[in-house]
C-alpha cells in the first residue's frame, strides 16, 4: 500500500490550493478514504472522508464550506480543493485509508497513510 500527497505549497490567506493523493498497492475503490493535517506542536485533525463512490462526504466545522474532498477511482486518486484559507489551515496535510465504513474516523481507524504535503498559509 501507497499513499502519496502532493500539491501543497506556501498561498497567501484567501487563495486556493488543491491537494491530490495517488493510491496504489490496492483497491482504491473499495476503502473509505480522509484527509487528515497536523499542525505544528499539536495532534492530527480530521479534515473530511469519503465514501467508497465519492458521493457521501463529511466535512470538520473549521473546514466546512472552503474544503471540498473528491476522488477519481478510475485514477486511484484523492482530491481536497481548499479554497478561502486561513493562516490556522497552515499543517502537514496527509491522506489516510479508513479501514471502517465511517465518515467520521477515529485514529484507530486509519491503517495506512501517506507522508504527508506541507501547506503554509501567510502573508
Known amino acids: 500500500v501507497l499513499l502519496v500527497e502532493s500539491g501543497g505549497g506556501l498561498v497567501q490567506p484567501g487563495g486556493s490550493l488543491r491537494l491530490s493523493c495517488a493510491a496504489s498497492?490496492?483497491?482504491?475503490?473499495?476503502?473509505?478514504m480522509s484527509w487528515v493535517r497536523q499542525a505544528p506542536g499539536k495532534g492530527p485533525e480530521w479534515v473530511s472522508s469519503?465514501?467508497?463512490?465519492?458521493?457521501?462526504?463529511q466535512y470538520a466545522d473549521s473546514v466546512k464550506g472552503r474544503f471540498t474532498i473528491s476522488r477519481d477511482n478510475a485514477k486511484n486518486t484523492l482530491y481536497l480543493q481548499m479554497n478561502s484559507l486561513k493562516p490556522e489551515d497552515t499543517a502537514l496535510y496527509y491522506c489516510a485509508r479508513v479501514v471502517t465504513t465511517t465518515l467520521a474516523p477515529r485514529i484507530h481507524d486509519y491503517d495506512y497513510w501517506g507522508q504527508g504535503t506541507q501547506v503554509t498559509v501567510s502573508s
Open positions: 498497492g490496492f483497491t482504491f475503490s473499495s476503502y473509505y
Open positions: 469519503i465514501n467508497r463512490g465519492g458521493g457521501n462526504t
